[in-house]
């Protein structure tokens, strides 16, 4: 189930020509994930994130990056484009619903995958720093022609020095752009190796640099190459064909198998960040793709009522019994219905059936173990919803209710330190130095709550200095 704040994106022209792979210009420091990326609107959902970890799996071993806890995030945009951030690699939903085989979402995966195996992110900021002593240097310069011509009377000094002070901040701009076509092309270039390495094709590689390509042209606008960070799409395209051709694998094709679970995401994706027919689009109405019935059910538990969408899903259970994501499904439809104990029962069969342990459907688990009310089914929602945090300790909308239950329990100390991980993974660490010292308060001195506590009044230091 797909979880985050998601408002109805619109795309636009702009949008669709907008990602062209790159490495982003963000700087992680020392905070968690979730706050390095907390202007990014996330996703989490169990499902799209298992597939998309598949997919770059044996591109992460390829690349050496295989034990470097590289992570996946879903970013709630509907561009096609992706970028890298410390160890993340982020991937647009937009990307993920437009790419029409497993294959364009690997080559993208593989492409951010170089930057990270070539360092691009620190020589970036290498370049960067350079750039701007460079600018600085030749203001300076600038600067003190400018002045020896006011005190000397030389109009003509003055305003060449001027324009040397103006004139080095556009080089020194032009000067990183070139870097990073540079780095573009490189990372292009390990794509097509880690590719080739793992026995996949380029050739998604290159459909996706041509729908690019597209794009510009239906868009009629014209870019200046040397004013972009990335290689044109026309000149990508050269220069991976032969390469992507030459691969013994460039007409490899996905498995089919693969292709369902793909389209099924893909289904998942426009149901809910795009209009109600939007699913039904997508496939263009085939109802002999089991996509199209995946998406309506998805689009009837968004805009139907529950009992229309309980029919759907357990229609296509019965067609695949052992798709955790639906069994999913099938809880949050009757915990929309209000009936949590029914719920659980499908969280539970969710969470048995899923072979990555996703702390998402755990979280789930307990959410509806909670929402029965029952006191003997609180002390379970305790211990599941705990299970589930530890499993993803980033997935922050289960803290609220890992506090709820504590709080009814009785234990307040506890309560307070489950808020007080829920603002520290949000980046909110004001609000979580002041929980963590109120969970301090109640927590044996230095038992592993109080402990914990400690570290995140500690972290919050350290971002102050």
């Known amino acids: 189930m797909i979880r985050a704040s998601l408002q109805r994106l619109k795309s636009s022209k702009r949008g669709a020509i907008a990602g062209l792979l790159g490495a982003a210009l963000v700087l992680p420091g020392i905070a968690p994930a979730a706050a390095q990326s907390r202007n990014v609107p996330i996703v989490r959902d169990a499902e799209i994130e ?9 591109i992460l071993k390829a690349a050496g990056l295989g034990n470097s806890g590289i992570r996946i995030v879903l970013v709630n945009d509907p561009s096609f484009n992706a970028f890298v951030a410390g160890n993340r690699i982020f991937v647009n939903t937009g990307a993920l619903m437009t790419a029409e085989t497993p294959n364009e979402i ?21 370049q960067i720093a350079r750039a701007q002593t460079a600018a600085v240097v030749a203001g300076i310069l600038g600067m003190g022609a400018a002045v020896g011509g006011a005190v000397s009377g030389t109009n003509g000094l003055g305003q060449a020095g001027m324009g040397v002070a ?45 729908r690019f390509q597209n794009a510009l042209a239906l868009a009629g606008t014209r870019v200046d190459p040397y004013q972009i960070s990335h290689p044109m799409p026309r000149d990508r395209i050269a220069n991976l064909t032969e390469l992507a051709q030459s ?19 893909r289904a998942k994706i426009a149901a809910y960040t795009r209009d109600q027919g939007a699913a039904g689009r997508l496939f263009k109405g085939d109802r002999n793709n089991p996509a199209t019935a995946y998406g309506d059910a998805f689009t009837t538990f968004l805009y139907g009522s529950p009992a229309n969408a309980l029919q759907k899903v357990d229609a296509l259970i019965k067609t695949m019994p ?40 755990q979280v789930a688990y307990g959410q509806a173990l909670l929402a029965t009310g029952k006191p003997d089914a609180l002390k379970q929602a305790t211990t599941a919803l705990q299970q589930g945090l530890d499993r993803d300790r980033e997935y922050i909308n289960g803290y609220k209710f890992l506090a709820q239950a504590y709080g009814q329990t009785g234990a307040i100390g506890e309560a307070e330190l489950a808020t007080a991980e829920g603002h520290y993974y949000s980046g909110n660490y004001k609000d979580a130095m002041i929980f963590a010292a109120r969970a301090q308060q109640r927590l044996k001195r230095g038992s592993p709550g109080w402990v914990r506590a400690q570290d995140i009044i500690s972290s919050r230091t350290k971002l102050k200095n």
């Open 50 to 58: 298992a597939l998309v970890a598949e997919y770059a799996k044996p």
């Open 106 to 126: 690997i080559g993208v995966l593989a492409h951010e995958s170089g930057h990270i195996a070539g360092g691009h992110q620190q020589r970036l900021r290498d």
């Open 166 to 210: 103006m004139g080095s901040s556009e080089v020194a701009r032009r000067s990183v752009l070139g870097y990073q076509r540079t780095e573009e092309i490189t990372a292009d270039r390990s794509a097509i190796r880690y590719l080739e390495a793992t026995g996949q094709s380029g050739k998604g590689m290159l459909s996706t640099f041509q």
């Open 247 to 265: 691969s013994p694998y460039f007409n490899q094709v996905d498995a089919p198998e693969l292709q369902q679970r793909h389209d099924r995401m």
């Open 322 to 361: 052992k798709n955790p994501y639906l069994h999913e499904l099938r809880g949050e439809v009757l915990m929309r219905a209000n009936r949590p104990g029914e719920a659980a029962t499908a969280f539970a069969t969710a969470v048995k059936l899923d072979p990555n342990r996703s702390g998402i459907l």
